[in-house]
C-alpha cells in the first residue's frame, strides 16, 4: 500500500537544519535529505536529523563530487541520492554521466566499509531504473514519471518490480 509508505524527505532550501524542526511530529518520516550545496553545517544537521530519530541522507547535485560530504559524516549517511542536474525542478533529461556518480558512490561505498544506500534521482522511469539499478543504484525517484497519468506509471512501475 503506497499510502502506508516510509518517507524520505529531501530538503531542497538553502539551510535545510533549520527546517528540521518543523517536521519533527511528522508521521512517517524515515529519512531527511539535506541538498548538500544548500548546507553550510553538515554536523549540526546530521545531530539535529539523528537526534530527531531520523535516518540522514546527502542530496549531491549531477557535478558535485562526492567529496562534498565530509569525511566525519560519512558513518551517519543512511542515503546518498544522485541528482540528474540541480536541485528544484522535475523533469529534466535523463544524463548518462549521473550513472559514472553512482558507480563512484558504489565503490567509495565498498572501499570504506560503508552502508548508505543510492538513491538515483536521474529522470526516472522504467528503462531509466534499469540502467541506474546496474550502475549500483539501491533506490529511485520517480517524481516526474508520476506526474501524468498516476495510477496507470504507478501500476508500470510495479510490473517492473523496481
Excluded: C
Excluded at 7 to 17: I, K, Q, R, S
Excluded at 45 to 57: C, D, F, K, M, N
Excluded at 92 to 100: G, M
Excluded at 134 to 153: H, I, P, Q, W
Amino acid at each position: 500500500d503506497r499510502h502506508s509508505l516510509p518517507l524520505d524527505v529531501h530538503l531542497m532550501v538553502v539551510e535545510p537544519a533549520d527546517f528540521l524542526v518543523d517536521l519533527v511530529g511528522t508521521n512517517g518520516i524515515r529519512t531527511v535529505i539535506a541538498q548538500v550545496e544548500r548546507l553550510s553545517n553538515q554536523q549540526e544537521y546530521t545531530q539535529l536529523a539523528l537526534e530527531s530519530g531520523w535516518q540522514v541522507g546527502f542530496s549531491l547535485n549531477l557535478y558535485t563530487p562526492l567529496e562534498a560530504v565530509e569525511n566525519d559524516v560519512w558513518k551517519t549517511v543512511s542515503v546518498l541520492q544522485v541528482m540528474d542536474g540541480e536541485a528544484g525542478s522535475q523533469g529534466q533529461s535523463f544524463h548518462p554521466s549521473a550513472l559514472a556518480v553512482i558507480r563512484q558512490a558504489k565503490t567509495f561505498r565498498e572501499e570504506r566499509g560503508l552502508h548508505f544506500r543510492i538513491a538515483a534521482d536521474i529522470a526516472m522511469n522504467p528503462e531509466t531504473i534499469r540502467y541506474a539499478r546496474e550502475a549500483g543504484a539501491d533506490d529511485f525517484v520517480v517524481g516526474s514519471y508520476l506526474n501524468t497519468d498516476t495510477t496507470k506509471r504507478w501500476k508500470e512501475l510495479m510490473e517492473e518490480n523496481v
